[in-house]
């Protein structure tokens, strides 16, 4: 157990429906935590050989006095291997994405049918691919991992545009990434499309054309030019960071949040900057150069 979890003690897992005690049943089966399912056995015997042995040789149950079987996993990953076994009473693709990559990870040791699994797991990534053309998604590490796990490469790809704000150099993102995907080449890919990325900022800026538009006294030494280049290139980073960015009608200075509020993104323009330039030629050029900019890794 975490010590997070011995401090701050998760909700205990109740199980659900046709779980609770008020389904049918005639075994339970017990969490590592001590959570009870009911369950069927016939049920269990017919999807998974490890349930056929586990029940064999067990008394027929009496209705008072239901035997119970211990179950190594804990509750909501006992709870996501019943839902795949039994004929689907839940939508299985409640599942959470650590859970699911929980399960890949088990479906030897509890037999869990190929046929249930692809099934289950081609509905996971169907409903996220339409949710990561839409607009965000939830746990976009975890699907990008689960993607490559099971070979699934244009759809990583689709879900690498949603992980442009993590930090690729932080050890436990970059472990988890290796280990969930079961592949160093996920995280290099990654790291590659974070290198193509920052060289592909000229390309934005360029489009912007500093030297044409900064006023004299942003431009005149070389010191204040670069540093306000540097500026421009952070705004253009944070912007950038969204999975399918726009230059809306909002335009190019909008886009960059060069009048923002929000800190991270300001540049602090003058009103000599940028005075009198055709604002929707500028907007339409970085358009141009946002379509370019890499937004997916290639494999
Ligand atoms: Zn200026």
Redesign the pocket.
């Known amino acids: 157990m975490d010590i997070e979890d011995l401090i701050f003690p998760r909700e205990a897992f109740l199980a659900p429906p046709p779980f609770d005690e008020g389904s049918p049943g005639d075994c339970y089966l017990q969490s590592s935590e001590g959570t009870t399912f009911k369950v069927l056995r016939h049920v269990l015997i017919h999807s998974s050989r490890y349930f056929e042995r586990l029940f064999e040789g067990l008394p027929p149950s009496r209705p008072r006095d239901l035997p119970k079987l211990h179950v190594e996993e804990d509750a909501p990953t006992l709870h996501a291997l019943l839902i795949i076994l039994y004929p689907v009473h839940e939508d299985a693709t409640k599942i959470g994405i650590e859970h699911t990559l929980k399960l890949i990870e088990i479906q030897d040791k509890y037999n869990i049918p190929g046929s249930a699994m692809t099934f289950f797991l081609t509905s996971i990534i169907g409903i996220n691919v339409q949710k990561a053309r839409d607009g965000l998604i939830d746990d976009p590490t975890g699907l990008y991992s689960l993607a490559w796990r099971i070979g699934f490469q244009l759809e990583a790809q689709l879900f690498s545009h949603h992980l442009h704000g993590i930090d690729l150099n932080d050890e436990k993102v970059a472990g988890e990434l290796v280990r969930n995907s079961n592949s160093l080449k996920a995280y290099i890919a990654l790291s590659d499309l974070r290198r193509r990325r920052e060289a592909a900022l000229d390309d934005i800026i360029e489009a912007l054309e500093p030297r044409k538009h ?6 005149g030494s070389d010191m204040m030019f670069f540093a ?1 280049i540097s500026l421009m290139k952070n705004a253009s980073r944070n912007a950038l960071v969204a999975p399918w960015p726009q230059v809306n009608e909002g335009g190019a200075i909008s886009f960059l949040g060069l009048q923002s509020e929000d800190e991270s993104r300001a540049v602090a ?6 005075a009198g330039v055709d604002m929707r030629r500028l907007s339409d050029r970085l358009q141009k150069a946002v379509e370019k900019y890499p937004q997916e890794i290639t494999m």
Request: glycine content about 0%; charged content about 0%; hydrophobic content about 40%.
């Open positions: 900064f006023c004299v006294a942003h431009s306000f323009w003058c009103s000599s900057c940028y």
